[in-house]
């Protein structure tokens, strides 16, 4: 049975890392092996992501604008009739990635499903063709033909179940199968 004394548990917790939070958002690791800032991300915050079951994401996709972004999302405010088509795809681009129509299109992650499945196949194959060769012990004798028919021929002799087995079927006067 397994205890920890108060004593064991303390100086178990007095070796784990400490995290202290610092004000922007990042949290420092301070331990023995490492001495690395690490960065988190604050989950309460909305966040992009391009799914096509979930059409508009918590945030856009271009948070930070340049002058000229800016200057377009004034432009945006006004009739869309003054916009061109370019102004149109801009301002669109500036809140999603991704279309409907690019993130329905195959991204061939079926060839790597595929070819993974083919490598482990393979590797499956190379490991019983080795169980055969250095592992397994040699075939009986009885697997060979010359024995099967030996043995076959014996039980004949001996009218193996002739009732309704297997002498039954053999006709005796001629020497072959019914």
């Known amino acids: 049975m397994l205890r920890l004394t108060s004593g064991r548990l303390g100086s178990l917790l ?3 890392p400490i995290a202290a939070l610092t004000t922007s ?3 420092r690791m301070e331990s023995q092996q490492s001495h690395e800032v690490v960065e ?3 989950m309460s ?3 992009y992501y391009d799914r096509r079951d979930t059409p508009l994401p918590d945030k856009p996709y271009t948070d930070i604008l ?4 800016k200057s377009l999302k004034q432009k945006e405010k006004g009739p869309w ?3 061109t088509n370019e102004e149109k795809i801009t301002l669109y681009r500036l809140m999603f990635y991704q279309t409907y129509a690019e993130m329905k299109e195959p991204k061939g992650e079926w060839k790597t499903v595929v070819g993974g499945i083919f490598f482990f196949l393979g590797f499956t194959g190379l490991v019983v063709w ?3 060769i250095y592992v397994y012990p040699p075939h009986p004798r009885t697997i060979d033909e010359d024995w099967q028919a030996m043995q076959l021929q014996r039980m004949l002799d001996m009218r193996v179940n002739p009732v309704q087995g297997f002498s039954a079927k053999w006709d005796y006067e001629k020497g072959q199968w019914k």
């Open 130 to 132: 080795w169980q055969r």
């Open 45 to 47: 915050r909305p966040l």
């Open 81 to 83: 009739i003054q916009l």
């Open 66 to 69: 340049s002058d000229a972004d």
């Open 14 to 16: 007095a070796r784990c």
């Open 25 to 27: 958002s990042r949290v």
């Open 40 to 42: 988190t991300v604050d």
